[in-house]
């Protein structure tokens, strides 16, 4: 069988406002059916990356790519694209059937053919029986959904996810997420979700691309994001992690020595370093392990003192922030995920904290 394109395919794309660069040379594709995710901080580039892709803002230079044809003629009504934005933008007046028609009037769709299509898109966010409500008659999450089937009723090549669920309350989002997840599999549609929350983006994806600053940092599945950051910026924007700087003193393999204020810490070095250079170090909160003062932990490479600055309870887990005075000001973050069976520390406690080479990452400073 003939090998087909790649769904979204972009080749060094940019964007430019004036002399401000919002997306800076954008390289990646996307094969068709899979969930990509472009996870950032906030001005990064993610909606401009988006609205090129659906057609309503061109790039400065560059190409993409849809179904293997350039688009760059297409306007954003011919190209097969299904767009949820972060407002919804669903028509207040009409009802939930009227919302989801409405895509499918615009394309031309056999007028006996609709209603059997706003019913079975209907069905699949379950909203079946709320086709007459008003929108304002409907829950947020119940907005969601109209806006997803009316997104999806004309069987677009790609769906595109704008912050959707950024107006929702927690709990709801988190339902949402994974109510995403099972209509994406069902419907096996592209999809290219943008986000700034990590956790939706891990839940979400089969791939996720880290911005910052117009840029992509990092293009990897959930798990190897998260286990291999490729840079500082994407370990420090991905879980909880605590960053220490300093200097190095010894390197040996991939293990490197770096001196913190009145410490010497050890870590795990992706790339080579010279005695003398700059770095920062990165831990993850679960990485680390908290102990009762005076404790000696055996088999860990690191173990620093420490007094208890902030205890956060989370039900399922305990957060410590911890300031160990020979690292300076900088604190760091503990998880405890059996805070129902383990020695709770309080605010102020003394408590000895440990970790191992592995974990520490270390890159260059940015
Ligand atoms: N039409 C425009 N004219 C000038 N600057 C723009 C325009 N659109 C976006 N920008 C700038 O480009 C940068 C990226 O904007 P963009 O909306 O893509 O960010 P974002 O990653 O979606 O952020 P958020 O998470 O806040 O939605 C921002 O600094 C923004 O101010
Ligand atoms: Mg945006």
Same mark, same amino acid.
């Given at each position: 069988?003939?090998?087909?394109?790649?769904?979204?395919?972009?080749?060094?794309?940019?964007?430019?406002?004036?002399?401000?660069?919002?997306?800076?040379?954008?390289?990646?594709?996307?094969?068709k059916g899979s969930v990509l995710t472009i996870?950032?901080?906030?001005?990064?580039?993610?909606?401009?990356?988006?609205?090129?892709?659906?057609?309503?803002?061109?790039?400065?230079?560059?190409?993409?790519?849809?179904?293997?044809?350039?688009?760059?003629?297409?306007?954003?009504?011919?190209?097969?694209?299904?767009?949820?934005?972060?407002?919804?933008?669903?028509?207040?007046?009409?009802?939930?059937?009227?919302?989801?028609?409405?895509?499918?009037?615009?394309?031309?769709?056999?007028?006996?053919?609709?209603?059997?299509?706003?019913?079975?898109?209907?069905?699949? !966010?379950?909203? &079946?029986?709320?086709?007459?409500?008003r929108i304002h008659e409907l829950s947020g %999450? #119940?907005?969601?959904?109209? /806006? =997803?089937?009316?997104?999806?009723?004309?069987?677009?090549?790609?769906?595109?996810?704008?912050?959707?669920?950024?107006?929702?309350?927690?709990?709801?989002?988190?339902?949402?997420?994974?109510?995403?997840?099972?209509?994406?599999?069902?419907?096996?549609?592209?999809?290219?979700?943008?986000?700034?929350?990590?956790?939706?983006?891990?839940?979400?994806?089969?791939?996720?691309?880290?911005?910052?600053?117009?840029?992509?940092?990092?293009?990897?599945?959930?798990?190897?994001?998260?286990?291999?950051?490729?840079?500082?910026?994407?370990?420090?924007?991905?879980?909880?992690?605590?960053?220490?700087?300093?200097?190095?003193?010894?390197?040996?393999?991939?293990?490197?020595?770096?001196? !913190?204020?009145? &410490?010497?810490?050890?870590?795990?070095?992706?790339?080579?370093?010279?005695? %003398? #250079?700059?770095?920062?170090? /990165? =831990?993850?909160?679960?990485?680390?392990?908290?102990?009762?003062?005076?404790?000696?932990?055996?088999?860990?490479?690191?173990?620093?003192?420490?007094?208890?600055?902030?205890?956060?309870?989370?039900?399922?887990?305990?957060?410590y922030q911890v300031q160990c005075p020979s690292?300076?000001?900088?604190?760091?973050?503990?998880?405890?995920?059996?805070?129902?069976?383990?020695?709770?520390?309080?605010?102020?406690?003394?408590?000895?904290?440990?970790?191992?080479?592995?974990?520490?990452?270390?890159?260059?400073?940015?």
């Amino acid at each position: 069988m003939e090998n087909s394109p790649p769904l979204v395919e972009l080749i060094d794309v940019s964007k430019r406002f004036g002399r401000f660069i919002a997306v800076d040379n954008a390289n990646f594709s996307l094969a068709k059916g899979s969930v990509l995710t472009i996870l950032g901080p906030s001005g990064c580039g993610k909606t401009t990356l988006l609205r090129m892709i659906a057609g309503f803002e061109s790039p400065t230079s560059g190409e993409i790519r849809i179904n293997g044809e350039p688009v760059q003629a297409v306007p954003p009504y011919r190209r097969s694209i299904g767009m949820v934005f972060q407002n919804l933008a669903l028509f207040p007046h009409m009802t939930a059937g009227e919302n989801v028609t409405y895509p499918l009037k615009m394309r031309r769709f056999p007028p006996q053919d609709i209603p059997e299509l706003v019913e079975r898109y209907l069905g699949i !966010v379950r909203l &079946t029986g709320m086709k007459d409500r008003r929108i304002h008659e409907l829950s947020g %999450g #119940q907005q969601q959904r109209v /806006a =997803i089937a009316r997104a999806l009723s004309f069987n677009p090549d790609l769906l595109l996810l704008d912050e959707p669920l950024s107006a929702l309350d927690k709990k709801l989002r988190e339902e949402m997420q994974l109510e995403f997840r099972r209509i994406q599999q069902k419907i096996g549609v592209t999809t290219i979700n943008v986000t700034h929350d990590q956790r939706e983006a891990l839940v979400m994806s089969d791939e996720i691309i880290v911005m910052a600053d117009g840029a992509i940092q990092q293009s990897a599945d959930p798990v190897s994001l998260y286990r291999h950051p490729s840079n500082m910026f994407v370990a420090s924007f991905i879980g909880l992690t605590s960053l220490v700087k300093g200097t190095v003193v010894q390197t040996e393999g991939t293990t490197v020595e770096f001196n !913190v204020d009145s &410490t010497i810490l050890c870590g795990n070095a992706g790339s080579r370093f010279e005695v %003398g #250079q700059s770095v920062e170090g /990165a =831990i993850r909160a679960e990485q680390v392990r908290i102990h009762p003062e005076q404790t000696r932990p055996e088999e860990m490479d690191n173990v620093l003192e420490g007094v208890v600055s902030e205890q956060i309870f989370e039900g399922d887990r305990m957060v410590y922030q911890v300031q160990c005075p020979s690292l300076g000001s900088t604190p760091i973050f503990v998880f405890d995920h059996d805070p129902t069976h383990h020695v709770l520390h309080r605010k102020g406690d003394s408590v000895v904290l440990s970790w191992n080479v592995r974990d520490l990452l270390v890159y260059p400073c940015r």
